[in-house]
């Protein structure tokens, strides 16, 4: 995107705040004037020249990320304590300036109060990181002697597209006019859920669209622990360029959420749309169509007769929908009779008839029913087929493509086009209409198979999870004007999804994309001919598909890059040819990506392949942008200018090395190899001592020198508390989240933060020592709905003989990749940085080759670990002084990052080397290794949590306990079925590898491979553990009850049934002891130190037990 002139483009207008300013005593007064005047509705608020903060306070409401900055040291000070005292610190928070930069990505920002016009900000700097449509407005420091405020509004660059439909706009040609979007190279904003529910069932995210700088969402957010819990299906509203939410509205019911995977219904991503400031959606799954505000959620209006909606378009104020009688609760009560459950969800198939069909054409503000059409010609009208444009609707039934009159509904003319009789349901003929021409992609028709005749219907549709049956179908072209034939060519589905037919660059894209060694997308044919004008080598000749088949979904396009999900995320330039891969990354089953405003919105997956190096969560990526040079910036700093001292620089008690406390507990999981055991010993017989209130989300505790140590994480704060009753020491707050506690060495507190920054203060008194800038530069992205930087630090660094060692970034493949530090401890000198970084360096992207089947090089950051000679980071193992070894020593990690609290189905703790990968890889190595949700190990034994067996084909078991789906009672056994408990098993050294697939005789089915480790002893429990450690002689096990009731089944997991505490023998597994908690521990939330327990729990508290 091209750098705007600010004087040259925009025009500046003045604005008078009116009297009221003059008169304004409270600062949510003004702050309300100010937004009132901007017309700025959610986002990101930056505030130069905070002052004091109460302004920066006030200007923070629901949908708002408030960011105050200011150069004077004192007002940084005081604007923390006043946003603290407020109650809302992480919502809004306080940095202090320096420089003429400002710490952000390009275009994140929706609003930018200047209120210190000294501070050397040019307009220039402001305007890039001000969002297209934001607002940058300038007012007199002092409110009670105000002047004119000058607004200037940042125009939408034409170069930028939205995506307002489905498959982009009422056309169904899924390819924006966006050329700024290009392959992945920086985040612009990361969001939640971290993973998308389950891989076995129907996808958490139903549709995604945007409109007016605003991205709209469904997504299923309920737990993602246990799938059989009831959904909780949310139609969610972000800022598009911040990710920043600004609204949510509960859809109470939706589509059956254990409906078998990649099973469909195709049409139903075609129930939300979005056009300039209205939002058009159905919030339930026989709802009738509403229209909602864009900026507030709220309901304008919902339309009449429109009950049983399943599609809608928007074109030129008019809606058009396909409406018909609700079929879900049909196809829910044809599964239970079948006994589809969560145990069985995919087999056997079943049919599942659609509605009769209606159209219906609405003017899109009144309401008024212009016409509708609902005779033969609708009632088996194909799903997703519907498309408008130049005044003519165009749709396909079971015989003929028919297009009408968008005024009157008359038609004007029918062409022959049969479809195949019997049919997946996740199928679908591909309609697209591009200029003069109706393209109409299908597969073969063939002969009617009957699974279960229950119908009359001329076609049948069959709900099967089976993948890949994609014939070879027939593309088919005519004319929008008169139906005629025009020309046909081959055409083929993709891997269970329908036919992609792109019109990208003036020219109709197709290809073969079901499995691996496909070629993919080679030909461009004129769309009016159907002449082959443009031809491309194989994808092969630029990168490796490595996963066996296409990702379920749809692809998806723009007028530069088809973008593709072979793998992971492709651009195939459709001018030159040239593919680039980025299987670090990949679209959610079932909807896939989005590509628009310049960016790619890749919602959340749930998938374990290329699990060393994807990232996880509802990622947004920008394109290599121009404005900014990571060589130029990085060149700016050096290891002097990234140290700051504080005040305690120096300071900090006797350089000689103490005797540590052995029963201290310093640092996170106690020790280096985070083992979370302790050779002191802990009573049985505990109860609570005292107990402190925090408030907001706690990370783990450490405990040392007396003081209890635990990170306020949203805060970004860490607390001080005495060890022996619990009162306030002191505490810190910090630029950014810090995710886990710090570790105490030598009367010195460190730990690093989102900022970027590693921190050293002094213990006895929270004053700071130093602090050092681990990121290579000043960049915040919004992450998780609160700034951070770009190139975050975890909060437990690990130090190791007076050397800190911590990592700042997020993926080896984004933004100049992962940075491990190597710093003294003492003075935060920085001793060695090491860039982890495995990209092309000549290209930036993916190597070429570098995939072997769902493997690949990377690296993702975690709480570091280490051993006697190695440094760990995940699977990523370094020597001491920082530099890359081979991965092949056995030690504690999870693929998923010690933090990752959510038990996705897919990922566990291990003793091993590395992860192995895809729809089997992921559970051999928990079969092969010491495997659990959570584990602690002395220097003989581990001892867990997890479950009883890893079985691929039980991907889908959460805490729940469901069996795998292929169990049959009249020929399996109760072996089976899949639990968790707790137990002991002797430490295995040996590295772990991902095995050859054996193939299972033909005509007949393999057994159960038998378990590949042995266990000391196993222990079912009251509890699902959430946190661990092991005290001598004692496992110390807490967590929320494992009871699940049918008035409320996640109650448990939502802490509303409190915690328990029990105390489990390690020589035998016997449990001695249990104790009550008023509230379930926070993820790995218990520490024990000194005969005591210390526990952070989720209502905020930290709580000391003693005998």
């Known amino acids: 995107m091209k750098s705007c002139s600010l004087l040259g483009l925009l025009t500046a207008t003045l604005i008078m705040l009116g009297p009221t300013q003059a008169d304004a005593s409270d600062s949510a007064d003004l702050a309300k004037q100010i937004l009132d005047a901007t017309g700025v509705k959610g986002g990101l608020i930056v505030h130069i020249g905070c002052g004091d903060g109460k302004l920066t306070v006030a200007l923070q409401g629901e949908g708002y990320l408030v960011h105050g900055l200011d150069a004077d040291a004192e007002n940084v000070q005081k604007a923390r304590d006043c946003v603290r005292s407020a109650g809302c610190y992480g919502d809004v928070s306080i940095e202090r300036l320096s420089g003429q930069s400002l710490p952000y990505v390009d275009n994140l920002a929706n609003l930018v109060v200047m209120q210190d016009a000294e501070c050397g900000i040019r307009d220039e700097e402001i305007m ?26 940042k125009p939408r660059p034409a170069e930028i597209d939205e995506w307002t439909h489905f498959l982009y706009d009422a056309t169904n040609n899924a390819v924006a006019d966006d050329s700024v979007v290009g392959p992945p190279r920086q985040l612009q904003w990361v969001g939640g859920p971290a993973w998308a529910r389950s891989h076995d069932h129907l996808g958490s995210v139903s549709a995604a669209v945007s409109a007016g700088g605003r991205i709209f969402y469904i997504v299923d957010e309920a737990p993602i622990a246990a799938i059989v819990l009831e959904p909780q299906w949310n139609l969610v509203a972000r800022d598009a360029f911040s990710g920043v939410i600004l609204w949510q509205r509960p859809i109470p019911k939706w589509q059956w959420h254990l409906r078998g995977f990649r099973s469909g219904p195709s049409d139903l991503s075609r129930r939300l749309v979005a056009v300039g400031d209205r939002v058009y959606v159905t919030l339930g799954v026989d709802a009738p169509l509403s229209v909602l505000g864009a900026a507030t959620g709220e309901t304008i209006a919902t339309y009449e007769g429109t009950d049983g909606t399943l599609e809608v378009l928007h074109d030129d104020g ?70 408008v444009s130049n005044d003519r609707v165009f749709f396909q039934n079971a015989d003929n493509v028919v297009c009408l009159d968008t005024k009157s509904g008359e038609e004007v003319w029918q062409a022959e086009r049969t479809v195949s009789r019997s049919r997946p349901t996740w199928t679908a003929p591909t309609l697209v209409v ?37 014939p070879v179908g027939e593309l088919i072209a005519f004319s929008a004007k008169t139906g005629e034939r025009l020309w046909s060519g081959k055409c083929r589905e993709c891997y269970n999804a329908p036919v992609d037919v792109l019109v990208a660059d003036g020219l109709v894209w197709t290809g073969e994309l079901v499995r691996a060694n496909e070629p993919g997308v080679t030909e461009g044919r004129d769309p009016e001919t159907g002449e082959i004008k443009r031809t491309r080598p194989s994808d092969q000749e630029f990168f490796q598909a490595g996963m066996g088949h296409g990702r379920c979904y749809r692809n998806k396009a723009t007028n530069q890059y088809l973008v593709l999900g072979r793998s992971g995320v492709e651009f195939i330039d459709v001018a030159t040819g040239e593919g680039i891969a980025n299987h670090w990354t990949r679209g959610t089953c079932q909807y896939g990506v989005i590509p628009s405003n310049g960016l790619l919105y890749v919602p959340p997956h749930s998938c374990a392949c290329f699990i060393r190096s994807k990232l996880n969560g509802f990622n947004c990526f920008a394109p290599k942008r121009e404005s900014k040079s990571e060589e130029v910036e990085e060149s700016k700093s050096t290891a002097e200018t990234r140290l700051e001292k504080g005040t305690a620089y120096g300071q900090i008690g006797n350089r000689q090395s103490p005797i540590e406390d052995p029963h201290d507990w310093p640092t996170y999981r106690r020790d280096g190899a985070r083992s979370g055991c302790t050779s002191g010993s802990v009573s049985t017989d505990v109860k609570p001592a005292w107990q402190q209130e925090l408030g907001g989300r706690l990370s783990s505790v450490v405990v040392a020198g007396g003081k209890v140590f635990v990170a306020q994480i949203d805060a970004h704060t860490v607390h001080a508390l005495d060890a022996a009753d619990g009162k306030p020491a002191w505490s810190y707050t910090v630029a950014g ?88 401890a003492t003075t935060g000198k920085l001793l060695s940085e090491t860039v982890i970084d495995h990209r092309d360096p000549e290209t930036g992207y993916q190597r070429k080759g570098s995939v072997r089947g769902t493997n690949m090089p990377g690296a993702l950051p975690d709480v570091l670990s280490c051993d006697a000679e190695s440094i760990y980071m995940r699977h990523s193992r370094f020597d001491l002084e920082g530099q890359p070894q081979t991965p092949d020593v056995a030690h504690l990690f999870s693929s998923a990052g010690f933090l990752d609290d959510t038990w996705w189905h897919r990922t566990y703790w291990m003793v091993g080397t590395m992860m192995a990968t895809n729809y089997g890889g992921w559970a051999n190595a928990g079969s092969r290794a010491p495997a659990g949700r959570l584990l602690a190990l002395d220097d003989s034994t581990v001892y867990g949590f997890g479950r009883n067996q890893y079985i691929h084909h039980g991907a889908h078991v959460g805490i729940d306990g469901a069996t795998v789906f292929h169990f049959r009672p009249d020929r399996d056994s109760d072996r089976r079925f899949t639990h968790y408990r707790l137990f002991a098993a002797d430490r295995n050294p040996r590295p772990v590898a991902q095995a050859p697939r054996q193939p299972a005789p033909k005509k007949k089915r393999a057994k159960p491979a038998p378990p590949r480790r042995s266990f000391r002893w196993e222990q079912r429990l009251p509890v699902l553990a959430r946190a661990m450690v092991v005290t001598g002689d004692t496992i110390f096990v807490a967590g929320p009850p494992d009871v699940f009731e049918a008035d409320d089944p996640a109650a448990a997991l939502d802490g509303k049934k409190g915690g328990v505490l029990v105390a489990v023998s390690t020589s035998g597994g016997q449990i001695a002891a249990d104790c009550k908690l008023g509230s379930p521990p926070v993820f790995d939330g218990l520490a024990a130190a000194g005969g005591r327990l210390y526990v952070a729990t989720v209502d905020g508290r930290v709580l000391c037990l003693s005998d």
């Open 128 to 153: 890039r990181v001000l969002a297209p449509g934001g607002v940058l407005l300038k007012t007199s420091p002092d409110t009670r002697n105000p002047i004119p405020d000058t607004s200037v509004r």
């Open 318 to 387: 008019t809606l058009f929908i396909v409406a018909g009688d609700a079929s879900d609760g049909e196809a829910v009560a044809k599964a239970e009779r079948r006994g589809l459950t969560a145990v069985r969800p995919q087999r056997p198939a079943y049919l599942e008839q659609p509605p009769t069909k209606r159209i219906m054409a609405i003017d899109a503000d009144s309401g008024k029913v212009m016409w509708k059409k609902s005779d033969a010609d609708t009632t088996e009208l194909m799903p997703t087929t519907l498309a």
């Open 434 to 470: 591009y200029g003069d021409v109706v393209l109409s992609g299908d597969r073969a028709v063939a002969e009617k198979k009957t699974v279960d005749q229950t119908t009359d219907r001329t076609v049948e549709w069959i709900v099967s999870s089976a993948g890949g049956q994609a």
């Open 737 to 824: 989240r810090v995710d886990s506690p710090p570790t105490i060495w030598q009367g010195r507190v460190l730990f690093g933060a989102a900022d970027g920054y590693v921190y050293c203060l002094r213990a006895s008194d929270g004053a700071l020592a130093w602090r050092f800038r681990a990121a290579p530069e000043e960049q915040r992205i919004v992450a998780y709905g609160q700034l951070e930087s770009a190139w975050p630090v975890h909060g437990s660094v690990l130090v190791r003989d007076g050397v800190v060692y911590c990592t700042a970034g997020r993926s080896s493949y984004l933004d100049g990749s992962i940075r491990l530090c190597r710093l003294k």
